[in-house]
């Protein structure tokens, strides 16, 4: 019971944040925007994604374009909670990984749902060294989710 109410407060704890970001983001910045937040190192922006990552899938016809963005991610979402919820053998870091993931998958599927397209804001720009599309909290949650499980993976290598 313990095990679960964590997994079930991790997820909605990533969809929670991710959420109120853009909530806050649809309200206060003007629609195709940019704002400096660390000079032009870290920006503010409000864009609608109508696509995946960077876009992807966003010129697709819209009946592939729910099979692709939304009927395959919520049969995968659903089938890596179930599998989340009945593993117990999965190690602390894989646990919380595999909550990111899925706290920012639905929670970028939600906006698909509701909206018909995702609002990404944060750009990163280190001077032609490292740059990333527009994203959100939602990416950084899979982002940081992904990294987990492979720090995990790492971890049980080794020992």
């Not at 992807?56 to 016809?61: I, R, Y």
């Amino acid at each position: 019971m313990k095990r679960s109410l964590f997994i079930a407060f991790l997820i909605i704890f990533n969809i929670v944040i991710d959420q109120v970001s853009k909530i806050w983001t649809r309200a206060n910045v003007v629609k195709g925007s940019k704002s400096e937040i660390i000079g032009d190192y870290l920006t503010l922006h409000n864009v609608e994604n109508s696509g995946a990552f960077l876009g992807m899938g966003s010129d697709l016809n819209p009946t592939m374009r729910a099979i692709f963005l939304l009927i395959i991610p919520v049969s995968v979402m659903g089938y890596v909670l179930f599998l989340l919820f009945r593993n117990k053998d999965l190690d602390k870091l894989s646990i919380i990984g595999f909550c990111c993931i899925l706290g920012g998958g639905i929670a970028n599927i939600y906006d698909r749902f509701m909206y018909g397209s995702v609002t990404d804001m944060f750009h990163i720009d280190l001077g032609g060294v490292f740059r990333t599309g527009i994203f959100n909290v939602a990416d950084m949650s899979v982002m940081l989710g992904l990294g987990l499980l492979i720090l995990g993976n790492f971890k049980k290598k080794k020992a």
